[in-house]
Structure formats: C-alpha cells, structure tokens
C-alpha cells in the first residue's frame, strides 16, 4: 500500500517534470521557427540588390513563398522585346526579373536553366523565359511578380511602390 503510493507519487513528479520540460522545448522549438515580430508584423522582405551575380538565379522568400530574383546581362536586356522589358525591374541601373517562384499552372517550383536563359517546370514540361514569360504550355501566364518598391540599391518585397502600380495598372502582372 505505502509502496503503492509512493510509486504513485514518483510518477506524478516524474510526469510532471518531462512534462515542464516537453513545454519547455516546444516552446524552445517555436520561438526558432517563428520569424522575427517585426517581420511577421510587416510581412516585408528586404533584398539587397548589389549581391546578386548576372544571369545566375536566386531564390529567396516572401511571405512563406520562393521568390525569383534573377540579374541580367546587358546581352539578355538588349535582346528583349517590349513586353519583355515591361516586366524588368531597374535598380542602380540594373535589370531584373523578381517574381514569385512557382509555376502559375499548378504551382510547382520550375528550375532556371542558365545556357537556355530558361526555366523548366518538372511537373509537366511547362517553360518561361528570363522576363517570365511563357515559353510553352501548360502554364495559362507568365510568372505574377510580387509587390515591390524600390529604396536606393535594395529592393522591398511586400509595399507596392510606383512601378508596380504601372505594372499592375498595365496587367503586365495580376
Ligand atoms: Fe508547372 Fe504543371 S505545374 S507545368
């Protein structure tokens, strides 16, 4: 009986302690994969322009989505149509394309093949061009290009600034 209970009592307090500390480390866990307030509250993502190498992709992320930031080479901006350099976003002098990663026919992330200045959806052979245009089917549009405003030499994803009210105004966006 006495042995009963105080076998009884070593299990509360046993329970209790991996109890605190299961809490302890969920809450260890969330607070790493929480962003940081401010972010979260403004939802803004800030890229440094100047880092980037031309026609070499990087993915970045805004809002939980990978975000295309693709630098041109004078070659790739003097070859493009006019539809093409409508969707160019000019920093400091340099073009680029920005867009949100994901194809726009189900949402797969499509890979940039730089010797084609392409990209490649593996989903089901859908194909864009370095402005993110449709280069073939099944994607019904080109890749849609977030919010963005333009501060010096960087880049904040997430406010709509004057050039892309123009795009968006211009539906060379959604
Ligand atoms: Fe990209 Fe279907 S999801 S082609």
Redesign the pocket.
């Known amino acids: 009986m006495e042995n009963n209970s105080r076998r009884g009592f070593m299990g509360i307090a046993f329970g209790a302690v991996a109890g605190i500390g299961a809490v302890g480390s969920l809450y260890a866990m969330k607070k790493s994969w929480d962003p940081l307030p401010s972010v979260k509250a403004a939802g803004f993502t800030t890229l440094d322009m100047t880092i980037y190498n031309e026609n070499e992709l990087v993915v970045e992320k805004w809002r939980g989505k990978p975000i295309f930031v693709l630098k041109k080479t004078a070659d790739m901006v003097a070859k493009q149509d006019d539809d093409m350099k409508a969707r160019d976003i000019v920093v400091d002098g340099s073009h680029y394309m920005v867009c949100i990663g994901l ?6 992330i ?1 890979a940039y093949n730089a010797d084609n200045e392409g990209f490649v ?6 194909e864009f061009d370095y402005a993110g245009f449709v280069r073939k089917s ?2 019904g549009r080109g890749f849609d290009i977030p919010p963005f405003t333009i501060k010096g030499t960087t880049l904040v994803l997430g406010e709509a600034g004057p050039e892309f009210t123009d795009m968006k105004a211009n539906a060379v966006t959604l």
Do not use: E, S, V, Y
């Open positions: 194809c726009t026919h189900l949402g797969c499509p959806c593996a989903c089901h052979g859908g099944p994607p």
